[in-house]
Nanobody, 121 residues
Framework: QVELVESGGGLVQPGGSLRLSCAAS????????MAWYRQTPRKERELVAG???????NYADSMKGRFTISRDNAKNTVYLQMNSLKPEDTAVYYC???????????????WGQGTQVTVSS
């Protein structure tokens, strides 16, 4: 019954900005890790950024200095602020979360449906 819903994608010019949001809902005990991935037809799905429940963050090298990941634990929501966007950032961006649905149960990985980001003049 867990669902991840992304929003905030769209068309933006090179150098512009977008902020993506992903909200998790359903039966949730904890979400140790939330992350963003992206995928194009030419490339396999790749990690963009990840963040743990205590605020530990990692970014893919190509995104460092341009993208910022954050989360609101009270809302079970993760954000991705994307600045200085480049045409090569064009992709479908997917929300990912490792979620414990009930205390004592193992983690499972959940995926959102994806949101399209297009960077073009």
């Amino acid at each position: 019954q867990v669902e991840l819903v992304e929003s905030g994608g769209g068309l933006v010019q090179p150098g512009g900005s977008l902020r993506l949001s992903c909200a998790a809902s359903g039966q949730i005990f904890s979400i140790p890790v939330m992350a963003w991935y992206r995928q194009t037809p030419r490339k396999e799905r790749e990690l963009v950024a990840g963040i743990t429940s205590n605020g530990s963050i990692n970014y893919a090298d190509s995104m460092k200095g341009r993208f910022t990941i954050s989360r609101d634990n009270a809302k079970n929501t993760v954000y991705l602020q994307m600045n200085s966007l480049k045409p090569e950032d064009t992709a479908v961006y997917y929300c990912n979360a490792q979620i414990v649905t009930r205390i004592g149960r193992p983690l499972f990985t959940y995926w959102g449906q994806g949101t399209q980001v297009t960077v073009s003049s």
